[in-house]
């Protein structure tokens, strides 16, 4: 049960409920609830039902949208796994970051299944970016258009391949697109009619067809995206503190049918009859959810012990937290800790957030000190706020930057962080500044 949501368990609860007549709900008394501090999801203005759940309408993400394009295809089951491959390497806003020779290594450390094993045996690495090519030209075919991208530019190229080709425009967009994106984000008009070959009134046109595309293909499934999510637990400040109490809400409330009960231990032998064992199940279960609660809410006071910087500054604060660090704290196994935190939120005065948004490794500063990788993320996205649009920073000015800061990182580090916070590279950026101005 620990590595069950509340909404899972809730389900689970109530097919128990339904089996067991020994089982029942106790009857509220008040309606009485706490108030919802997770009323305002982090990522999507998610808004608690009368059940107290942070819901917003059921959306595909994007992964989900491709994934079920590859399930429908005609490819065999080697293809459509390498396609699977290649479809969970995509990042949020479409774009495949990694090398083939990245993910196969990632896919070697990861666990095997026997599904997996046959549809998709490990390969030698010249043979794995032979197939990884093949499935990424399949994935690039697939809606929306522009998808598996490794670069704007390929970005951009992909959506204008997709257009009839007497589209007024395509061609010179195109070519745009291909040798001369700089020069367009550089708005040279000048250098842009002289390597073109074209006029003006021409050099208008693409670019007013290059703006109507879609940098981040992934856009709208991004802004759609939602979940429904109960919290286990609420964080409030008190005296000075921030402190953990159970939602009561996340942790279904069970009680045994006195009058049944009493019925089944009144027969000789009870306990070896199929409602004596019904009678176990329902105790099982009833101790199980107590523990389940009490185990997360400790949990939850370890981690939030830890971060009380974050609840008052955010991310900019969080310390790095390992399982490790509150299987000390709460005596707990840290097997225990991974279940207890997957897939679990906390409502806070910021939002829910997900216990595991709280761990991360560590990074040492020039001074000494320790910081997580969210602090460093949120330092990458207040230098892009800072930085003139229309001359953004590169991720090796960026490494400049942090580096003034005492963060020293290599700059392919930088770039999977600011992917990671969904800040479009260079390119794109002077992009949107174009498309704005």
């Known amino acids: 049960m ?33 108030v919802g501090p997770w009323s305002e999801a982090r990522s999507g203005g998610a808004v608690p039902d009368d059940d107290g759940e942070a819901s917003t309408p059921a959306a595909v993400s994007l992964h989900e949208h491709l994934l079920q394009q590859v399930a429908v295809s005609a490819l065999s089951a080697h293809d459509a796994a390498m396609a699977r491959v290649v479809v969970e390497a995509l990042d949020e806003d479409g774009y495949l970051r990694d090398d083939p020779a990245e993910i196969l290594a ?49 970005c951009l190229a992909l959506q204008l391949r997709r257009l009839a080709q007497d589209e007024p425009a395509r061609a010179l967009a195109l070519r745009i697109a291909e040798e001369c994106l700089e020069l367009l984000a550089a708005n040279d008009v000048a250098a842009l009619t002289r390597r073109l070959g074209c006029d003006e009134a021409e050099l208008g046109a693409a670019r007013a067809l290059l703006r109507s595309l879609a940098p981040r293909p992934a856009q709208a499934f991004a802004a759609d995206e ?43 032998g009870w306990s070896n009859t199929p409602m004596g064992a019904r ?14 609660a009490d185990t997360i809410v400790r949990v939850a006071e370890a981690i939030v012990a830890a971060q009380q910087g974050w609840f008052e500054h955010g991310d900019i604060a969080i310390r790095p937290l390992f399982l490790r660090d509150v299987a000390a704290r709460t005596g707990l196994h840290e097997s225990t800790i991974s279940r207890v935190t997957a897939g679990k939120y906390m409502a806070t005065p910021r939002g829910p957030v997900e216990f ?8 040492a500063t020039d001074d000494g000190f320790r910081m997580s990788p969210k602090s460093v993320q949120v330092l990458i996205r207040d230098i892009v706020a800072a930085e003139d649009p229309r001359r953004p920073l590169s991720d090796i000015r960026l490494a400049r930057e942090l580096a003034q800061r005492g963060v020293k990182l290599a700059r392919r580090t930088v770039t999977k962080y600011r992917d990671a916070i969904g800040i479009p590279p260079l390119e794109a950026r002077r992009l949107n500044a174009l498309a704005a101005a």
Not at 281 to 291: G, K, M, P, T
């Open 226 to 268: 939602a979940r429904y999510l109960v919290p286990e637990v609420i964080v409030r400040q008190r005296a000075g503190r921030w402190v953990v109490s159970a939602n009561p809400d996340a942790s279904p409330q069970l009680r045994i049918d006195r009058a049944c009960a009493a019925a089944v231990r009144g027969a000789r």
């Open 356 to 363: 595991k948004h709280f761990f991360g490794s560590r990074l």
């Open 106 to 154: 990632a896919l070697a450390r990861a666990p095997r299944h026997a599904e997996g094993d046959t549809a998709l045996p490990l390969l030698a690495p010249a043979a794995f970016e032979q197939a990884f090519g093949l499935a990424l030209r399949f994935v690039q075919s697939l809606d929306p258009a522009g998808v598996g991208a490794r670069s704007v530019a390929e």
């Open 279 to 292: 009678l176990n199940e329902a105790r099982w279960l009833i101790r199980s959810l107590r523990q389940r």
């Open 2 to 34: 620990l590595q069950m949501s509340a909404l899972e368990l809730e389900q689970e609860v109530a097919a128990l409920l339904a089996d067991n007549p020994l089982l029942e709900r106790p009857e509220e008394t008040c309606d009485e609830r706490p």
